[in-house]
């Protein structure tokens, strides 16, 4: 169904710089989508929008080649530019569908870009398509499509399977790993990580199969409930992205897997994560939609609707899981309302 405000403001949110405050991505437009799909109504949407758009910058317009600077260092504005003034006209001439795959083998090991965010903003606007205008929906698609290439951070190559080590024991070895040195950015922790080169030896060992990116789900959903971290709130998010793409056909399924798992793994030394003392208890995925929809107009907290989103589509997707999913978003349920009648 067609959503006439979502609409108006996904299209107000294209003047927006894809990054804002020296490299923090622009959540604007994925937060609405994630927003709407929960329930939210058109004034959440509205008070959403006016409480966290002043915080953006206006988009440069200024442009450099993206394809001969991939995976550069500097000018992403520039490249995110040009990028989107080559997508755009091929989704309006070629489809969505035939640009994503065009564009997506060649952006696949670049996965980890912005801090998973450039994957997570082509799923999120790939599933506002029923819900907006249909040039709305290929701006935002254009735009999701050139962050990608303009912000793409590879963590390695890794184009061959491995010798068949079980994810368990991979991730386990990947945790045992040494801490990212501490820095500002998930990216820039990422980077330093990928530099080592020892997640990249341990993956060698890996190979991907069919189950590999519903497991990453579980790993990311454990992952976040035993240490509320920020960076592994993000594996959350980006395995319901990852399976996104695979499910919509828009990648090849082992390779993209590959890549996805290697960032993923990058990502477990580069989150700094600890231990939380405890869990909070669990709550119905209602209960955490509601909490999302209610604390929209006054705190605006992109991550927390994105998380309560991607955990209600997980659970879809994989419902054996269900109660993993509902723990994860548990977590950011306030105590007391934990304590009180949400469930």
């Known amino acids: 169904m067609k959503r006439p405000e979502l609409s108006r403001l996904i299209d ?8 804002y405050g020296k490299g923090l991505s622009n959540h604007l437009p994925m937060a609405l989508q994630a927003l709407a799909r929960l329930g939210g109504d058109d004034d959440a949407l509205r008070a959403f929008d006016a409480k966290h758009s002043p915080r953006l910058e206006s988009r440069t317009r200024n442009q450099v080649g993206w394809r001969e600077r991939l995976g550069a260092e500097g000018e ?3 490249r995110f530019e040009s990028a989107r003034e080559e997508f755009l006209p091929s989704i309006k001439k070629r489809g969505a569908k035939e640009t994503a795959r065009s564009l997506l083998p ?11 965010h450039a994957l997570i903003r082509v799923s999120h606007a790939l599933d506002l398509e029923p819900t907006v205008e249909r040039h709305v929906f290929e701006a935002e698609l254009a735009s999701a499509l050139a962050y990608w290439a303009a912000s793409y951070q590879s963590v390695g ?30 990216t820039l922790r990422m980077k330093t990580v990928a530099e080592r080169g020892d997640v990249l030896e341990i993956m060698r060992s890996f190979t991907e199969k069919p189950e590999t990116l519903r497991d990453l789900s579980r790993l990311a959903a454990k992952r976040y409930i035993e240490t509320r971290n920020f960076t592994a709130l993000h594996l959350v998010t980006s395995s319901y ?6 499910q919509r056909g828009l990648v090849e399924r082992e390779r993209f897997t590959r890549y996805y798992a290697l960032a993923f793994m990058t990502g477990i030394p580069a989150s700094l994560a600890t231990p939380v003392k405890e869990a909070r208890p669990i709550q119905s995925l209602e209960a955490s939609r509601i909490f999302a929809i209610e604390q929209s107009p006054t705190k605006a907290d992109d991550h927390l609707i994105k998380l309560v989103d991607a955990c209600h589509q997980l659970a879809r997707l994989d419902p054996e899981a269900k109660a993993q999913f509902e723990e ?13 009648s949400h469930r």
């Open 106 to 116: 060649l952006l696949t090991p670049g996965v980890a870009a912005g801090a998973f």
């Open 241 to 246: 992205a990852a399976q996104n793409l695979v």
């Open 157 to 186: 190559s890794i184009e061959e399977s491995g010798g068949g080590a079980p994810l368990h024991e991979v991730f386990e070895n990947v945790r045992a790993l040494e801490d990212a040195k501490p820095a500002r950015l998930i």
């Open 12 to 19: 107000r949110s294209q003047s927006f710089s894809p990054e």
């Open 328 to 340: 994860a978003a548990s977590q950011v349920l306030p105590r007391a309302i934990v304590r009180g």
């Open 76 to 78: 992403l504005e520039a």
